[in-house]
């Protein structure tokens, strides 16, 4: 995915000259282009094409539309085809999703599990030839279109067309190519806050919801609810991405050339191109939007013709004249990829939009050149082949297995061989002058930064020490070698083989854990996100959320320290139970965030889904020998079942059932589709009996959750100096009242849930 930008400037749709050429030329508007975009852009009723209406239904999958009372008006024709009307009048909207997942979403937005709303305007967007379908038995005849139409209309572009100057992709695509099955309605009951209800057959979830986005400047869309058509879950079938590819992308062979000033980036891109789904004749590549395109070149050199908004990501690519059904496509491209941070660092501008991608990723083999100044290395991904160095240039060639994203970085790095058997092939890169500097610049400005030295080594050591303590917990990782190194931010990424790790973790490592978690989350991707590979959006959680356990799990062991690990769970426990009422699952993946609140995908996805590994840890602990054996290897079956492969959630809970011994829905239901997060207010009381023997009776309120909601919580009963014991109960429903087995003498204390096992917030009261 590339990231995309906000766009203010018009379409630039040109024919590709020739590959050299960086000279003006004279921009050719691709008909249909330039059709569906003025069209679009300018669209209004037709007056020779509407009706007064009474009572007029139309319905798409599960969202039907009553048009009660009012003016309806298919729009101008744009090529020849009709592609929309508009209504103004009094109208009605229903939609109840299908799944429970999406009906708690409406419950969180609107507050019941359907949406019954009055509408007063709808523009329509569909499919050429749609109308006849969509109105049925409606006699089209002239008619003064209302008053509010075209102002309706206008509404409704601005949603469509992204500033002034492209289509969005997801609109473009189905309208300009003609896919059947294409449906677009922007209801609004008021001015600007209207809900758009879509059906697109080329997504793997055709029908959405979505309202407008609470963000600052220009209009966007964000997504409410979206599943599959209705049909499909009733037949127990959906798309699979397969259905969805226009073409694969199986290799790429990129020679690119840094500036000598490290600011700008150009490039000749050859993508090997597999057509697989027929009938689509523009299809969509997406760029960094600073990266220009200077020409886009068929196999045998023939100039491909192309169309891109200036600032957008999409470059359309016409493939009608492909010659064949397996080619060839060059770009030249090239622009400020680079940005310089404290004028010490060099930081991509966009790490994963520096060449030229089709939407939906799929492996393939990259074989790269880098001409670089002879100061500067190059970290990317895959295996070395060359260096060498002409001048003041030094190229390095690289070659990868098939992967199915590649970025690199650049830095006047020192490089850091580490010894480490697990790791045969392990190297540290970070620039030492860049942090000598920084704290020179920090001492001038009277101003203390905390460095440490020997620092390549020590983030060396927690990537061996991580890397080897997965081998032993999950299995054999899909890579073997690892190349760390440095980025001018505060986050990491990680790709086969390579760890982009913050700058500011080559600086010092934190007392509190933060750091070996850190760089451990990251080497964890590894094997999650990697060598699982969460099979779409809603399952992010088994890359993320599981590298984020998996990197407190590490940071323990390696401090020989629960009382960190129990920190930084408590910590990540606050997070959570401050958002949980507010936010959606974590089933919803990248979509539980909004606009309002993006911070909600780093506190459900990474930290509850780190919490939900933590609370099956839990739930199969040994409760006598303390060992975690049955967690160890349900987490070794579920990685070597799935190594190389695309996982669901559905498939880790199938691996979870097996070693739990029995059905799991009751634990996914509630913390990986569910939001609620119970209150626990404990009390336990005792009865004295013959010989020191002691009944122990614990008591446990559960508030804040359904009625049926259930957990298997530890209880630790404390003797001092003299021991403790552990038992586990099950906590279902308002309370729960349990017996323990007699007590060999009086307790200190009986404490429920003392390690953070479980997600909750627990409080201590008084037997009544």
């Known amino acids: 995915m590339i990231v995309t930008r906000s766009v203010v400037s018009a379409w630039v749709l040109c024919t590709a000259l020739s590959a050299a050429s960086t000279t003006a030329r004279a921009q050719v508007l691709p008909a249909e282009y330039d059709s569906l975009y003025e069209g679009l852009r300018h669209a209004e009723p037709d007056p020779d094409r509407g009706i007064s209406v009474h009572d007029v239904v139309v319905q798409e999958d599960v969202g039907w539309i009553e048009l009660i009372d009012g003016d309806l008006s298919l729009l101008k024709p744009i090529g020849g085809k009709t592609l929309g009307a508009v209504f103004v009048g009094h109208g009605r909207f229903v939609m109840t999703p299908p799944i429970e997942v999406e009906r708690a979403q409406l419950r969180r937005f609107y507050g019941a599990d359907s949406l019954d709303v009055s509408i007063k305007t709808v523009v329509f967007l569909f499919s050429a030839g749609s109308e006849s379908i969509l109105f049925k038995g409606v006699d089209w005849q002239p008619h003064r279109p209302a008053a509010d139409a075209r102002r309706e209309i206008e509404e409704t572009m601005d949603y469509v067309i992204d500033g002034d100057g492209w289509i969005r992709r997801d609109v473009a695509l189905p309208l300009l190519d003609g896919a059947p099955g294409y449906f677009h309605a922007q209801l609004a009951e008021s001015r600007g806050d209207p809900l758009l209800f879509t059906v697109n057959p080329l997504r793997a979830e055709e029908v959405s919801l979505a309202r407008r ?70 299809i969509p590549f997406q760029l960094f939007s600073d990266l220009d395109v200077d020409s886009i070149v068929w196999e045998g050199g023939r100039p491909a013709t192309y169309a891109r908004g200036k600032g957008s990501t999409d470059i359309w690519v016409d493939f009608s004249a492909a010659p064949s059904d397996s080619t060839q496509l060059t770009f030249y491209y090239g622009g400020k990829l680079f940005e310089h941070q404290y004028q010490l660092w060099t930081e991509l501008r966009s790490t994963i939009g520096w060449y030229p991608v089709y939407e939906f990723l799929r492996p393939a083999v990259y074989h790269m050149s880098f001409h670089a100044p002879k100061k500067i290395k190059v970290a990317t991904v895959g295996r070395r082949l060359s260096e060498s160095t002409d001048g003041n240039v030094t190229t390095s060639v690289w070659e990868t297995p098939a992967v199915d994203l590649v970025t690199f970085n650049i830095g006047s790095f020192t490089e850091y061989d580490i010894d480490d058997p697990r790791v045969p092939n392990l190297r540290v890169e970070l620039d030492e002058d860049a942090h000598a500097e920084l704290s020179r610049i920090y001492a001038k400005a009277n101003r203390v930064l905390i460095q440490q030295s020997h620092m390549g080594r020590q983030v060396g050591l927690d990537i061996g020490h991580s890397f080897g303590f997965y081998e032993d917990v999950f299995g054999q990782p899909t890579v073997s070698s690892v190349l760390a190194t440095e980025i001018p931010s505060a986050h990491g990424e990680a790709y086969p083989g390579l760890v982009l790790l913050a700058a500011g973790t080559f600086a010092y490592t934190s007392e509190k854990g933060y750091d070996e978690m850190f760089r451990a989350h990251e080497v964890a991707h590894q094997w999650w996100g990697i060598g699982v590979e969460p099979a779409t959006y809603h399952d992010r959680w088994l890359a993320e959320g599981f590298a984020e356990f998996s990197g407190l799990w590490y940071m323990a062991r390696q401090r020989a320290s629960l009382d960190l690990f129990h920190k930084r769970l408590e910590e990540m426990r606050k997070k959570i139970l401050d ?20 911070e909600d995908y780093q506190t459900i996805v990474y930290e509850k889904g780190a919490w939900v590994l933590r609370m099956l840890q839990s739930t199969l602990l040994d409760l006598n020998t303390g060992t975690d054996d049955r967690f160890r290897d349900m987490m070794h079956d579920f990685y070597t079942s799935y190594r190389g492969k695309k996982a669901t959630t559905q498939d880790f809970q199938k691996v979870v059932e097996k070693h739990f011994g029995g059905s ?54 404390d003797f001092g100096a003299r021991g403790e014991a552990y038992v586990r109960i099950l906590v279902k429903g308002p309370e729960t009242e349990v017996t323990l087995p007699i007590l060999p003498q009086k307790p200190d204390d009986i404490i429920l849930d003392p390690d953070e096992s479980v997600l909750a917030d627990v409080h201590t009261e008084g037997w009544q």
């Open 213 to 282: 986005s609470k963000a600052a400047g220009p209009k966007r869309a964000e997504i409410i609810a979206q599943f599959n058509k209705h049909a499909d879950y009733v037949s127990g079938r959906s798309f699979a991405q397969e259905a969805l590819d226009l073409i694969h992308t199986p290799r790429f062979d990129i020679d690119g050339t840094i500036d000598g000033n490290l600011t700008d980036f150009s490039a000749k891109a050859s993508v090997t191109v597999r057509r697989v789904g027929g009938g689509y004749r523009w």
């Open 579 to 598: 958002r949980s009422a507010q936010t959606g699952p974590i089933w919803l993946g990248t979509r539980v965030a909004d606009s309002r609140h993006p």
């Open 664 to 717: 799991m829905d009751w634990f996914f239901n509630e913390w990986v589709y569910g939001t609620a997060v119970p209150r626990y207010d404990f009390a336990y009381k005792l009865e004295e009996l013959d010989k020191g023997e002691v009944r122990a009776t614990v008591r446990v309120r559960q508030r804040d959750v359904p009625a049926n909601f259930m957990m298997y919580v530890p209880v630790k009963i």
